[in-house]
């Protein structure tokens, strides 16, 4: 989809409800989930801050935020991305919604996100700014490799679209690590447990 295509509700609704079957198989959405309690929003104009964002999920309460409707564990599509060239893609917007889920799974389960087992896999705290220089990882993409945070997501966007499956060209030592820790995620949230 080219980043100057508009992005519709029905677009979105259809996105969502195939997202949400995959959340589902690999263990993260059931009925003792604390996902389903995260609304995707489609609105009119991209992210004040990051207005290049093709999707965005609210952490923590701006002034700004209430003026614009938005509203802290949610996750938000823009009609339009106004800051990418007409030749740019978009992406997927089921790759957007997986990637902005695994924003709102660490959102919704700090316990499980906030620890030893994270920063081992992805070598850092979910919170930390960038990524240390002498972390030896693989990364899913460029854009994984800027923190943990966004490597987290960017992995969990793939694990997801791959059912699971760790793709041969990601399989590292590394990548293995990080494969494990949403695995094990999966099913201790499968099962309602919010602590490893």
Not at 33 to 50: E, G, N
Not at 115 to 137: L, M, N, Q, T, V
């Amino acid at each position: 989809m080219k980043s100057h295509s508009p992005v519709s509700k029905m677009q979105l609704s259809s996105a969502a409800v195939e997202v949400q079957r995959e959340l589902f198989r690999a263990g993260f959405w059931n009925e003792g989930s604390r996902l389903p309690k995260t609304d995707i929003v489609w609105c009119r104009f991209p992210q004040i801050t990051v207005p290049d964002a093709l999707g965005f999920f609210v952490y923590q309460a701006h002034p700004l935020h209430s003026l614009l409707g938005l509203k802290v564990g949610h996750i938000y599509v823009p009609q339009y991305v106004l800051m990418h060239g007409f030749w740019q893609e978009r992406g997927s917007l089921r790759g957007i919604l997986r990637h902005e889920y695994g924003h709102a799974l660490a959102h919704h389960y700090p316990s499980l996100i906030n620890g030893k087992r994270f920063r081992e896999s992805f070598g850092g705290k979910y919170s930390d700014e960038a990524i240390p220089d002498d972390w030896d990882g693989d990364f899913v993409s460029d854009y994984a490799a800027t923190n943990p945070s966004e490597d987290f997501a960017e992995t969990f966007m793939v694990y997801l679209r791959s059912q699971g499956d760790l793709p041969r060209c990601f399989s590292t030592p590394a990548m293995n690590r990080k494969w494990k820790f949403i695995r094990d995620l999966g099913r201790v949230i499968s099962s309602g447990g919010c602590k490893w």
